[in-house]
């Protein structure tokens, strides 16, 4: 349980440091017959990697991923899905340096109050490259979804003061944005802004929202599993995120009752919907069929070039100077993580749904 | 995996209907020799149950708490502890009219998407009873924490436009309140404006703010299992949450990583501590030492007594009047279940970080 | 983790001490739209509990059973099914002796070793009372199982050195026969057996098979989740087996693979079929489509009215002289506890095995 | 759940088949502070590669292992360890023939069922060689016992009608008999037997047996986790095993409670033993401090060289030769597997049993 395993059904484990020699990933539970190549997954891998823009670090890593089972003659086996990226653009001895102290928001001191010690070349098991598995797993779900005709959109709603605004036109814009921030007059002014804190040689924090479309009611298992809860689970597990709200979130701190309640109607195909949509998508823990609909708080990079104050593993205070490669905004690439972490969780839920009648059991093993 | 079971090593398997027999919870992973009574459970079970205040309903539920089993000579023996209430004061009756729509706000349509049909009674297993079974494990967990120098402390913090000002006095005025607003100024005017909303047969959602003290550094498991995500899955597993946050919480999306960075120092003892808590104690999903601090949003109960519009089961639309007993606010009652569902989530992290360091391993076996 | 949960998906939580209040389980994951009704788990109950013959403690349990929640108008809700029966005839003033040392063959010594002290009162939680829960949980497994085609019959093959001939007619005769014995000629010369061995204030061994026809093929999860390897567990995890064996079991130790290899054929109907069935219904950890075939050994009752030296808690050696009710052979009894675990690992597995393949999931979702 | 994830705090997840890229594991929950280098695995790689003696395949496999993670300055560092063995000597051409037929005793008719489609190339995940994963982590697991002072030795017991006397002085000669047999004279023995089977084209089953020394009394979970119970279902997972025994095993049955009750005693250090030891270091389910004894069947390997009646995919009777590399006794290489599967059940409850009492518990947080 050191927890890198996650799902119930849909499992993925994954591994890897930031300096180690690489970063991976197992899927256990893929059912078999999936078209899976290693362009499925890498055309994720290349939406998160650094070096895109240059409101990245501009690391050059190819994050080529492999796919060292699971896979025959294109199609997944049934049997666990092992993908490696190999790490290829570490200098160790970039990283000497920071051995010694603890960077102010980052994980140095509590991994050493666990562990006793820690990797602490650019931050091991708690860099940002531990994503890779995420986003590579990530891609397997959300081809399943594709198939059952679920689809994931995430983009950046918030930079600093900047949001996009509620009526933008967005899939089609989030990849015109470097930002990922589909409202792009916005997005252009964010640029600037961003510019700006560069300059200042600090780091800005924003907001990820999450569309889900295609979701089947009746899926999410009622009390501690409920659908919200679990994607909330994986949203936090995010290393920068620091909150997580489902439909009108915390809204409904000022709201009333009858300003929240979702009215349902009848739609032209006799089917239940609701004429809003504050519920998020999810009633009782169970999709009701409508978006899911999810934001996430992604904190600012800790790693900043500012003089800051800290302490030493040997207790000393000091101040400290971060070197190196930083992302002085996460959200655009965190943007593939938050779809990576829904699409595992709504993934792992359809599986558990499929035993919640009888009738459909009986119907699956062809017993009436 | 039908979503009732919570926990890896201290793990709570709930049960129960609204109006079936009983609600009930099997802890299956207390350590022995804890001292334990059903008093320990009731205060617990008396501070969440209903008719407290005249912003609950008043229905008059004893809520009185059995242990069956996992006791012995006062002491749990390491085998599951077996806790029931029994229900006494349900009248199924009441609820035979609501059997044929969909109320909004509700889980009915979910569970018919997902099940087929439900139990329509008072909500059966949707409804904010079976947080019974949660807040009764939940009191075994408070008592272990406090042996282990852990205290949990959660509290109303807004309600509507009306939030409890920083500079309060917490711990003490908590109970003070009937709406365990500890700012005892700003619950007297909540109250009012509650009182209004009551008269406008609405309700109200509201903010909880929960506050852990004495955790010690370096609890919580890497990636999947971070300290945050298990607390944030646990928080929204809780009926009405709509969004969950750590520290500094969604403010981040605002911040620059000079704002959010906590600076380190050695304290006069020592020990590492941080200027500022925006990290809400936990940094890397490992907690830091600090206080732990999140907060719950509260939508508005959906039961108003308002007329809504709504569908029926046979898809037709119709109005509906709500009938029957609901609190027009559950945040009082909510941050029992928060405490609760914190003290889980805390007590089996806990437990899982004793495996973490080889050296305690073998001083725990009697090895050097 | 405190061992009392089993299951991954139709997951039972059993808790209940032998002379404690009850003795009860949770079932989480049992699919809505099942009839259930007590009578189904009574019947069951009542093959299990003691005094229905002279080889059984004749002491008076009606083992009642209650359910308490998750069926709703005579079908499972699909939310938990809480069952309990509570314990009537338990008089703890027989126990206070044995308080002191240590029986042989009991899980005295080991309890105190784990836990520091132990609810000694007719062996606490590991009491052959224990295994109600199971029996109980294993009764809805059944009918579920009843509801796909699959049927599990166990019996007792072996008592000391009298064995079931091979050519016994089954299933008519298993309750004819006191000791579920169904080759009654051998049947009643075991009987003679037993009688001196009572006489001689000893208790016997056995061995139970059980024999699960009807299942499909396909269901079992590769490598470490193989339904042989969960079959097992759940055999070995009731208290008295001390070995579990498939198929030809270990005669396979002094057999050649030309000899052990089961010639496939097929049948009339163009199925796939076996000559033989050396690998008991089980290939490679999956289901073959034959009948799975499994065996427990089962020690003798450990309770023997014989003096026996041991050792008291506070380290001395002494005789003890065990009094009250015991089985002489448990093997009847446990014959309901063999069917009741199989048909646990059953249902767990056909579950899981809905999600193996794309084509399947895709039409369950209504996807093609 | 696709079953390749074992364990509960020490967990691992395998991955790999037979002719794919490789074959690994990632172990997640070891704790940090353990020195551990490839060649701690690597040593019982060897002991497990092919080619070692003429009773196994000569399939040249350097099977060398690449640790991929979770190292850091030659320790562990709490984090997942990922470790890879690539395969280099897999020929695919060699087994296009059997992509059409179903191999009796083997899993390609069992695959089929249930994923619709197989890795037919060397058994894909059904090979033996999936056991590479296994003891790679088997070989962590047992450097973690070493430090807690258990240790486990597995050997070949039973070979066709050649059993080692129960006087041989076992683990100085188990390795030096090609057999592992540490009865030389038996060994020898059985060697003319083995020779003789070779020549019929013929493979033979036999037993090994696993002795657990210095396992601390008080480890196992009641009920469904009982020390025994996991240890059989990880030594049942093992592909050819087909039965699994604890102490007196299956000759329990034919025993009385007088024979098999263990007299217990008090030694000169005070502590309490036992005289005899057919509990096989278990009661109830939890370690008693005497040396745990299990022994596994091992059926003959299916693969033989004689022509063997079955069945095409296409539901056609036919004959086949199967032809390539295959060992005619896999006990000498599966006692490497026990010990390896031995181990990690071990762990996990030796990790789990830290959570048993509150006083430990309270120690190990520095409260008293």
Chains 1, 2, 3, 4 share one sequence.
Not at 135 to 143: E, H, L, Q, R, S
Not at 314 to 337: F, L, N, S, W
Request: proline share 4%; aromatic share 8%; hydrophobic share 35%.
């Amino acid at each position: 349980m050191a927890g890198s395993i996650a799902g119930e059904v849909f499992r993925v484990s994954t591994w890897g440091e930031s300096h180690g020699k690489g970063i991976g990933v197992v899927v256990d539970g893929c059912p078999a017959g999936l078209e899976l190549t290693e362009e499925d997954i890498q055309k994720y891998l290349d939406r998160r990697k650094p070096g895109q823009t240059k409101y990245s670090t501009p690391r050059k890593e190819g994050d080529e991923v492999q796919i060292l089972s699971g896979i025959f003659e294109g199609k997944t086996t049934g049997t666990p899905i092992s993908m490696v990226v190999m790490n290829t653009s570490q200098k160790s001895a970039d990283y000497s340096e920071i051995a010694g102290y603890y960077r102010p928001g980052h994980a140095d001191y509590t991994f050493d109050a666990k562990y006793g010690f820690r990797d602490y070349r650019g931050g091991g098991r708690s860099s940002g490259r531990e994503t890779i598995g995420r986003v590579a797993a990530g891609a397997i779900a959300i081809k399943i979804l594709e198939k059952l005709g679920v689809t994931i959109t995430a983009y950046t709603k918030q930079i600093g003061e900047f949001s996009c605004r509620p009526d933008f036109s967005a899939r089609e814009n989030i990849e015109k944005s470097p930002l990922r921030m589909p409202d792009l007059e916005i997005s252009a002014k964010t640029e600037e802004y961003l510019t700006q804190k560069m300059k200042e040689m600090d780091s800005v924090g924003g907001m990820i929202e999450c569309i889900v479309s295609g979701m089947p009611a009746g899926i999410g298992e009622p009390v501690f599993d409920k659908l919200d809860a679990v994607l909330a689970r994986n949203i936090v597990s995010i290393g920068a995120v620091k909150g997580v709200e489902i439909g009108a979130g915390f809204a409904v701190a000022g709201m009333t009752g009858s300003q929240n309640n979702d009215e349902f109607y009848i739609n032209e195909s006799g089917c239940v919907k609701k004429r809003t949509n504050f519920a998020g998508g999810i009633l009782g823990g169970i999709s009701d069929g409508d978006d899911i609909v999810l934001r996430a708080a992604i904190k600012p990079t800790p790693s900043i070039f500012q003089s800051q104050k800290t302490v030493t593993r040997q207790g000393e205070e000091t101040c400290v100077q971060i070197k190196g490669r930083h992302d002085p905004v996460i959200m655009p690439r965190a943007v593939v993580v938050v779809e990576a972490m829904t699409a595992l969780a709504l993934v792992d839920e359809l599986f558990l749904g499929m035993t919640s009648r009888m009738d459909k059991i009986m119907n699956y093993y062809g017993r009436k």
